[in-house]
């Protein structure tokens, strides 16, 4: 089925509903290794992974 769909569709669902889901899931992991050790190599990684997808993010454009 996901074949059927355009390209631009699929496009607009990966960037409405894929990308903030799997930002949500990260903060929260990054909030949870930040409470174990906030130094930690985990931690860090997680922190710079989500704030490379923040441009993805059409709230965080309008907040800037």
Known sequence: MWVLL????R??????IAV???RAA???ASASAARRD???????RLRSL???LSRFD???RRRR
């Open 38 to 44: 906030p130094a930690s190599a985990t931690a860090r």
């Open 20 to 22: 903030p889901a799997f």
């Open 26 to 28: 990260l903060r929260r």
């Open 50 to 52: 989500d704030s490379g």
């Open 6 to 9: 355009s390209s631009r569709l």
């Open 58 to 60: 059409r709230r965080d």
């Open 11 to 16: 496009t607009w669902l990966l960037l409405a």
